[in-house]
């Protein structure tokens, strides 16, 4: 879909930040993963069916730790600055239904993946599961006996459509039935599609050879930490921490940056932009990454930059952060942070509306989204206003997604506010300044549940205040954007989560 707090005004101020403790660097064990587009069990009920002959004894320790599993997905007991692994992936809490039970006399076999399903299918008939749904996971747990074809001693998951996911693991499933079931739900949750429908890499199966977390409830499966180049957990949590700098000088930056590198902090986000006399001034905010390794370019020209993203494409080097700026002669400069990853993408540089959108439209059936958006504003002799030219990269993905281009602050308002009561939320967010004055708004969503929090226009002692008092309530930065007036006032947007969630690659 296509659509054609007040603005605070104050002094530019410089200013480097520290929240949260430095950690060590965790020993990597696999390269960091990727995402592929599709969809992520964000806030999601389990609902369990136990099938055959269960005591009560065991279908009750099992509930009791399903129940638990779903309190330490939703953050319940983390330690102070840390939160679950699996929050990385967007997946932010879970809850559990009520236990049902079907065909206590069922004969124990092997069941085929279409028994498992026969077996759901009956059940929502009879009212005892729920219709499938994009928040909902139904889990069959046959009793003792029941074993899985083409699957000894395991549970699996899968997905009927974008929105129809289940798991199954048999009571017998080892090592134990505690560890394949966190395993199942973790992974069902972060890549609860299969085949096309596949959102992140299996965040578990690299750690498989890893040891199990003991925690208060009992044990869970380590996670690739999906910041620290796919390092394994060892505690199931991992940082809120993050470094910011604001208005820093490229040489500040860099400074700051060569300090953070060997503590294994890395860029997450990185903009540029021109204050009054052409000074270029940058925002960074960094996270604890580890071992993850990162090339960036500064300042360069769209030639430069675009020769080495060509050498770095063939070493298996892709586009995590993409900023392009324009110097007051008119001359656009490109920032640049490239990191490990395979996937295939589009991009758009300079172009038009009409060609960027052209190109939406074409990719669009073929099933590439939107993973980078940016306009930027040049000279125009044709008008005041100036030219708007759209940077875009596209990643494989099928998700559902609305934009609004080149509007208002006041129309984009409404319109979020509208969208937020139909679950969208916002997954990318820029303004830019026209030569004459008038601010302008680009937004994409996409369908989500989780709470945020936004500041637009605002000074950066509003932006900071607020971060302050977000922080304590583990709110993180999830967009910190700037834009300059064309009287020269500096002004910040910026978008909260609840926890890190950290770009995919």
């Keep these: 879909m296509t659509r054609a707090k007040k603005i605070f005004r104050w002094l530019a101020v410089t200013s480097f930040c520290i929240l949260g403790a430095l950690t060590g660097v965790p020993l990597a064990c696999a390269q960091a993963l990727q995402y592929h587009g599709g969809p992520v069990l964000e806030t999601f009920e389990i609902y369990p069916l136990y099938y055959g002959d269960w005591s009560e004894p065991d279908l009750n320790t099992q509930q009791e730790y399903l129940v638990n599993l779903a309190a330490y997905i939703s953050g319940k007991d983390a330690p102070a600055g840390s939160q679950p692994m699996i929050r990385q ?12 039970t079907a065909s206590p006399k069922a004969t124990p076999i092997t069941l085929t993946q279409t028994d498992v399903l026969n077996i759901i299918t009956k059940n929502q008939a009879a009212g005892i599961l729920p219709a499938f749904g994009p928040n909902t996971l139904i889990a069959v747990f046959p009793a003792h006996g029941f ?21 199954v693991v048999p009571a017998d499933a080892g090592p134990t039935m505690q560890l394949v079931t966190g395993h199942e739900i973790f ?15 299996e965040p578990v199966d690299p750690c498989d050879s890893a040891s199990a977390i003991t925690l208060s409830f009992g044990q869970i499966p380590p996670v690739a930490d999906n910041t620290n180049a796919g390092a394994c957990s060892t505690t199931g949590y991992t940082s809120l921490a993050e470094v910011q700098i604001y208005g820093s000088t490229l040489a500040n930056l860099k400074t700051q940056y060569n300090s953070l590198w060997p503590d294994g902090w ?68 490109y920032n640049a942070v490239w990191r490990q990853g395979n996937l295939a993408e589009h991009q758009d540089y300079g172009v038009n509306y009409s060609q960027y959108r052209s190109d939406y439209n074409g990719y669009w059936p073929e099933n590439w ?37 080149g509007v208002s602050y006041d129309d984009y308002r409404s319109y979020y506010n509208t969208l937020w009561t ?48 977000y922080w304590t309530e583990g709110w993180r930065l999830y967009i910190l954007q700037t834009y300059v007036t064309t009287g020269g006032t500096v002004c910040y947007n910026a978008v909260w989560r609840q926890g890190t969630v950290d770009r995919p690659l």
Excluded: M
């Design 89 to 100: 992936y967007g997946v932010n809490q879970a809850t559990v239904a009520a236990a049902a």
């Design 147 to 167: 074993t899985l074809a083409g699957c000894t001693g395991c549970g699996y998951h899968t997905s009927q459509s974008i929105s129809a996911f289940w798991a």
């Design 187 to 201: 992974e069902s949750a972060a890549d609860p599609g299969i085949g096309s429908f596949q959102a992140w890499d």
């Design 266 to 333: 890395r860029l997450y986000i990185l903009q540029a932009y021109v204050v009054s006399g052409g000074q270029v001034l940058y925002n960074a905010v960094w996270r604890p990454a580890g071992n993850t390794p990162e090339i960036q370019v500064y300042g360069w020209t769209y030639a430069n930059y675009k020769a080495e993203y060509d050498t770095l494409w063939k070493q298996g080097w892709r586009i995590y952060i993409l900023d392009a700026y324009v110097l007051e002669n008119g001359e656009v400069r």
């Design 369 to 405: 989204r939107l993973y980078i958006l940016e306009s930027y504003v040049v000279p125009d002799s044709s008008s005041s206003a100036g030219d708007v030219e759209y940077n875009a990269v596209w990643r494989p993905g099928d998700l559902a997604e609305i934009q609004d281009y």
């Design 422 to 469: 139909e679950n969208w939320r916002l997954f990318s967010l820029q303004s830019y300044v026209l030569f004459n004055g008038s601010v302008q708004y680009n937004a994409v969503w996409r369908a989500g549940t989780h709470g945020e929090i936004q500041d637009y226009g605002v000074s950066y002692a509003q932006y900071r205040s607020d971060y302050n008092t």
